[in-house]
């Protein structure tokens, strides 16, 4: 029998098979390697979590952000995150004082951020990371923050002006940091973001209508509702009556006014701010499908969404548009 040769403990024996082990090499990670690897997988999921809350919560908005440049992709659905967080704090609580909370964690998060510090939350690690990019003004953010919490009152708007300054706090704010993100300092740029938030506040207000009316709850202004003899019992149990049609146009119709006048400056608004202004896209949709159904603001076709959508954003963003 062949015999061969094993090595044991530094001896040489003779068997009959051959079993020589070889120990596999170790690699050993250095600290700051760990380091980068933990901070990358962290940032991704912080990513991620943007992503998927912006999906969620704003399809609409997360569409116009993937036509975002794709170096300021990611801080734009930062901010859509943060705008997403801080809308849903009103429906997610059941008392004001927990509202609050919340409220002033995102206050004390944001000054956190400008301190070059933030906490482990996904969106404010984001938006973190957003700042310093872009060096982002936090009067911006803050006043998103406060007029939110002025909404937890959870009150009727007393007049169409009333709703116009809070579209003007939270969407024209966020859109002046979309701008910013872009690196557009225009003034022209920055009235037309004014006008664009304004008729989103009012549009928003409109589409959450039929939501609210569920609940048993009536955001419209008062003083137009007053004017058409509308009652909020009208409107809570869902009336197509002409009177609850006429408050929903004169509404509707200073949205359009806003859209108009957010188009005025387009000759003079520099081409780098038109993915910021794709939402304009999204609010003509709605003005143009509440005026096929007769300002029925209850109807069922109101409540799908449009399937071609992503291509009119396509389209309006390739001509350079809004």
Known sequence: MASSINI???????????????????????????????????????????????????????????????????????????????????????????????????KSAVEDIYRDDHSAQPISAELWRAVRKHTLT???????????????????????????????????????LLLETLGVKNVHADH????????????????????????RKVYLPMDICMLHGASQEDFIRGSRDQNVRDVIYDIASQAHVH???????????????????????????YLQRVRKADFDVFHPSLQKRNPMLPLQLYLRSWRKIY
């Open 138 to 176: 936090r009067r911006w953010m803050l006043r998103i923050i406060s007029e939110r919490e002025k909404d937890l009152e959870d009150k009727a708007y007393r007049n169409l002006r009333e709703l116009e300054d809070y579209g003007e706090n939270t969407q024209s704010s966020l859109l002046y």
């Open 8 to 106: 044991k403990n530094g001896l040489l024996t003779t068997k009959n098979s051959l079993h020589i082990k070889i120990p596999y090499p170790t690699f050993i990670q250095r600290p700051a390697e760990i380091k980068c690897s933990r901070a990358l997988t962290t940032g991704q999921h912080n990513e991620q979590y943007c992503i998927d809350v912006v999906r969620k919560r704003d399809y609409e908005g997360f569409l116009c952000s993937l036509l975002f440049p794709e170096a300021v992709r990611r801080s734009a659905l930062a901010l859509r995150a943060f705008n997403v967080e801080l809308a849903q704090i009103k429906d997610s609580v059941s008392q004001k004082t927990i509202g609050l909370m919340r409220m002033q964690f995102w």
């Open 259 to 285: 859209l108009q006048h957010a188009r005025s400056f387009s000759e003079n608004v520099p081409h780098a701010a038109m993915p910021a202004f794709l939402q304009t896209v999204v609010l003509e949709d």
């Open 192 to 215: 037309a973001a004014s006008h664009i938030g304004k008729a989103q506040g009012i549009l928003t207000c409109l589409r959450a209508t039929p939501y609210n009316s569920s609940r």
